[in-house]
């Protein structure tokens, strides 16, 4: 997201609107890989390269829902005060 574009101020809304972004991409790369799973023979060279587009799938797909998970939680609440060490008398 760039910085300079306004945030919704509800972490609901800004988790939405990043969920929006990242379903439809999703479901993309899960076609794309059930396309190839489904046409590629898996021997030799295109089974290593199939394992690549994979591995690079899943990454993919774990850092828009990882980015869409940091969008919703509520960023703006101060985290909790560490507990003060106790001085033993």
């Known amino acids: ?3 300079e574009t306004p945030v919704p101020r509800s972490r609901w809304r800004r988790g939405v609107y990043a969920a929006w972004l990242v379903i439809p991409f ?3 790369q899960i ?19 199939f394992v690549l587009i994979l591995l690079g799938s899943v990454v993919a ?10 969008l ?13 060490p106790r001085i033993p008398t």
Do not use: F, N, Y
């Open 1 to 3: 997201m760039d910085p």
């Open 26 to 28: 999703t479901a993309s």
């Open 31 to 49: 076609w794309a890989l059930l396309v190839l799973l489904r046409l590629a023979p898996l021997e030799g060279l295109v089974g290593q390269a």
């Open 61 to 70: 797909i774990w850092a828009g829902w990882r980015w869409t998970w940091r």
């Open 72 to 84: 919703g939680r509520d960023r703006d609440r101060r985290p909790e005060p560490a507990p003060k």
